[in-house]
């Protein structure tokens, strides 16, 4: 059973914008956080913004910061992230993810993790 599933990807012209969701089920166990992740051709997985849900407070990779917010809908067990004024540097597989239990959340913390969604970005 997937635990989780991102959609909203897609190809869009630089400037433009895109918003991905991501629906979370089946965990054993409340979530502690839940990030955006992504991965460009021949580059490592790099964590894009994350947040914790017991406060909500994001954190954002710099070169986001100020273009992407994350947010999330307990009540439809949904991730979102808006992405705002996309670069060609944006063009990456998105992957969502969650952790279950307490601790830091980069990308080698994750125990869940969805099977990505496209973003490509032309300039």
């Known amino acids: 059973q997937d635990q989780l599933a991102e959609s909203g990807g897609g190809s869009v012209q630089a400037g433009g914008s895109l918003r991905l969701s991501c629906a979370g089920s089946g965990y054993t166990g409340s979530v502690h956080c839940m990030g955006w992740f992504r991965q460009a051709p021949g580059k490592e997985r790099e964590r894009v913004a994350h947040?914790?849900?017991?406060?909500?407070?994001?954190f954002y990779a710099d070169s986001v910061r100020g273009r992407f917010t994350v947010s999330l809908d307990n009540a439809k067990n949904t991730l979102y992230l808006q992405m705002d004024s996309l670069k060609p540097d944006d063009t990456a597989v998105y992957y969502c993810?969650?952790?279950?239990?307490?601790?830091?959340?980069?990308?080698?913390?994750?125990?869940?993790w969805g099977k990505g969604t496209l973003v490509t970005i032309s300039s």
């Open positions: 947040l914790y849900t017991n406060n909500r407070i994001p």
């Open positions: 993810a969650a952790r279950i239990s307490s601790g830091t959340c980069s990308v080698g913390d994750m125990q869940y």
